[in-house]
């Protein structure tokens, strides 16, 4: 038998007892209530400016010339704002009141370093390097300490690594779907032994043992998951070429097609470890490609192409998420924006402020929140940069609070350090 | 005790994993090892297959032209876009089997780990098109070669590369006040031409002074003018054409004046005037501290003690830069020897030592590049200029480890009985083999699971 279908199928309790003693219980998440994040991070610097054209200033078409949408071409938020033609499925989220646009949003970061902004954005505090943890992991912590959680863990990182804004002191896993034969279970059973004496390597393993038990798992309705191995885990090997298991034009084919295809993978493991009871309640991915240094495009191209395709995996997390979508809260954040004028290569340059999404059903929208400073010269920051108005914190704190039920005490001392005059937004989540 | 680790920790940690004998051939004498592999030239990478930047650059612009020139339906223009790709896939293949090769078999592995370290450094990301052909060729022609010398020389090499230039966007970069851009504005008073500051601000972010070294937005959009001009030949107009592909300084991009970089006036020289710059950052106290951390960093410990960085900094200052005088300060330093498996392995150090621990003949084509995709860190695919990350934190994911272990697995398959794994522990792991690895391999059911119990060991993880 390989490791999967042991898994999926319970197991006999002697060898269940070694692969179990995981760190991570995924049981009966209560203290979050039934409610689901997901965290997106949009690494490169998303450019505000074209996913949520201003179209109503007056200085925005002169600062985009060619690359500036207007109103014929965006889809209306209001006599402001637009969304970006690509962004249909967001377009009708915020007419379906399930999408707020936040714009002349910021983290604290004010270089345009994108390494040391990605930091910030994810370590929670004012300065890059401040922590070797996360707000999101620092959150999931408070919950657990507040004594209402009676699992230990509710986090997931769809990738084969944890970024930033999901480690620290709460245990959470990390998952991809696996292109290589599952190990047998006598050879796992060997690896854990040797794993006893390291804490690291021993609790890594039985993570994704974990993490593996859920994914694979059949679900409710009894059907299994998509991405079990479709040879149901019998291995398949070639024994001349290692790590070719997989065909080259398979691989490849995840790349081509629809819009969506790029994110195909994550997001269909995304909705399988949320939509399960048992399973855990915030999923955190990333996405790179939004560095837009020089042609960037306008309706077509580069940025919209990424858009789009960003677009079709919110629209396809909604559908695989089925009703639990109700019960979920999506933030998409960068780490800055661009500069308000393009650029000599019709691109845009690192910027400051930008724009962030929050949708779900769970979420209180149909609103655009900006207290927007406009784009002529005296307006913008460094006379370069959309200005920041809006602290990202004062978002992912509400978010935080009313969502997840982070208490307020832990959102100030340990979630978000030295945020003390960010205050939470309100009303963002339906109650 | 001290000895046997100091072997190991020589031809794991600084090296790129014992091959069966080389910790016997190093004898305890780690230090003397490392240091003999710094002297004599550099080796290169003997592969006739293998092609110039300049070459390929050509040929996938006369490519591209074709495509624009011919254009005549959107569904004939889909097909023909592909071509770039098909003309540069293979050609990335064949870059990273000779890589691969050259790690696998090499008798200097300092040398080709500290190329791969400069060459994560100055990160390209085959994720930008042409970067799929230019990439290889990057380390090639502009690392390997001064991987001995000084940094200088080396930084100059690489900022004028045209994988750099072009995944950077400094070839189309105009100075507003250059005779080019006051030529199109004369005839399009609409059409906006002007700098692309991104290959300055990562030239002082991440390969000279840092960030926190000391620049500041004046600085980046001023060294971004000092280096516009610094493009590549080929057509362009009426303009001079230069060698299709090879770097070329064009005059006519050029902003003209004298400028002022960190507070140094630098007069107009034309080309000279960014080389000078670059002379300038390549001896900065910055730029030697932070490389003295990035290579602490990676060979002593994730952070990296203040004693270690400063000898290697200040071993940087002394000698103007000379690398060897620099990996030789981090040979010395006694916090390298002091804990034998401090640095958790990426999965591009671990797919090496196996192949060299096991002395499988490297694979080649897709067979050479899958591993590297499917263990997570795709060969010259980092997605940004600041390279792949170098802490344990980055790497140790669960999901990475199941796939570490099931890749072993298969490995361990693959050889099967033909490699004894009893034999071979103390052999690729000397001094750091552990009593419950030992243990572990001898009670192994078959040879194929003692290979996978070997590799999956916790000190083989490690480095």
Known sequence: MRRREFLACGASAAAAGALFTSRLSFANATGTGRSRLVFV???????????????????????????????????????????????????????????????????????????????????????????????LNRALAAVAADGRATNKELGVALGQNVPLVMRGPAAVTSWSPSKLAALDDDTLERITDLYAADPLLAGRLADALAADAIAMAPNAAGEMPANRPLDGGTPNRLSSDVGTQLAPAKLRSKAAGSPGARYTEVIHAAAEFLRREDGPKVAVFDTTGWDTHANEGAAQGQLAGRLAALDAGLRSLKEQLGPVWNETAVVLATEFGRTAAINGTH????????????????????????????????????????????????????????????????????????????????????? | MLEKPSSAIAANRFGLGAQPGELTAINGNGRDWLRAQLKGSPPGINDAQLRDSSDILAQALDLRREIRESRVSAAASGAALLKVPQLLRPIYVSEVTARFRQAVTTDRPFIERLTQFWANHFAVSVDKSLL????????????????????????????????????????????????????????????????????????????????????TQADVTTFAEVITGWSIGGEQ??????????????????????????????????????????????????????????????????????????????????????????????????????????????????????????????????????????????????????????????????????????????????????????????QLLGGTLSDGTRTAIARAASGAQAVTLLLAAPEFMRR
């Open chain 1, 41 to 135: 991070i949009l690494r490169g610097a998303l450019d505000g400016l074209a996913a949520v054209p201003p179209y109503g200033d007056r200085d925005y078409a002169s600062l985009r010339r060619d690359l500036a949408f207007s109103a014929s071409n965006v889809l209306p938020l209001n006599d402001m704002f637009g969304l970006h033609p690509s962004l249909a499925f967001l377009q009708e989220s915020f007419a379906a009141r399930e999408l707020i646009v936040f714009h002349a949003i910021a983290s604290p970061y004010r270089e345009r370093s994108h390494f040391d902004g990605q930091d910030v954005l994810e370590n929670g505090y004012v300065r890059a390097h401040a922590a070797q943890s996360g707000w």
């Open chain 1, 347 to 431: 691109g845009t340059d690192h910027g400051t402020a930008t724009a962030a999404f929050l949708v779900g059903g769970a979420v209180r929208g149909g609103r655009v929140i900006a207290d927007w400073p406009g784009l002529s010269s005296r307006g913008l920051y460094q006379g370069r940069d959309l200005m920041p108005t809006l602290d990202i914190r004062s978002v992912l704190k509400g978010v935080l609070g009313e969502h997840l039920l982070v208490p307020s005490r832990a959102l100030e001392a340990t979630v978000f350090p030295d945020s003390g005059g960010v205050k939470p937004l309100g009303d963002l989540i339906r109650t």
């Open chain 2, 132 to 215: 799929l052909g230019l990439a290889g060729s990057l380390e090639r022609e502009a690392i390997r070669p001064n991987v001995l010398g000084r940094f200088s020389d080396l930084l100059l090499a690489v900022e004028r590369h045209p994988a750099m230039l072009i995944y950077l966007d400094n070839h189309l970069s105009v100075g507003p006040n250059s005779k080019a851009a006051r030529n199109v504005e004369r005839r399009h008073a609409e059409r906006k031409i002007g700098i692309n500051e991104n290959l300055a601000r990562e030239i002082l972010e991440l390969h000279t002074l840092g960030v926190g070294g000391g620049y």
């Open chain 2, 237 to 426: 107009g009426r303009h001079p054409r230069g060698d299709p592909g090879k770097f070329m300084f064009r005059a006519e991009l050029h902003e003209p004046g004298a400028k002022q970089v960190l507070g140094k006036r630098y007069a107009d020289t034309g080309y000279d005037q960014g080389v000078a710059v670059l002379r300038d950052l390549a001896s900065h106290p910055s730029t030697a501290h932070f490389i003295a951390t990035k290579l602490a960093r990676h060979f002593i410990a994730d952070d990296p003690p203040g004693k270690a960085v400063d000898r290697i900094a200040r071993a940087y200052l002394d000698s103007g830069g000379d690398l060897p005088t620099v990996y030789r300060a981090l040979v010395d330093c006694p916090e390298a020897w002091a804990d034998p498996l401090a640095k958790y392995k990426t999965p591009n150090d671990y797919i090496v030592s196996t192949f060299r621990g096991l002395e499988i003949p490297p694979d080649t084509g897709h067979a050479s590049v899958a591993p590297f995709e499917l263990l997570g860190q795709r060969t010259y695919g980092p997605g940004s200029p600041a390279g792949w990350p170098d802490r344990s934190a980055d790497w140790d994911g669960a999901s990475a480890l199941m796939k570490r272990v099931e890749w072993a697995d298969a490995v361990g398959q693959r050889v099967g009985n033909r490699r004894n794994a009893m034999e071979l522990a103390p």
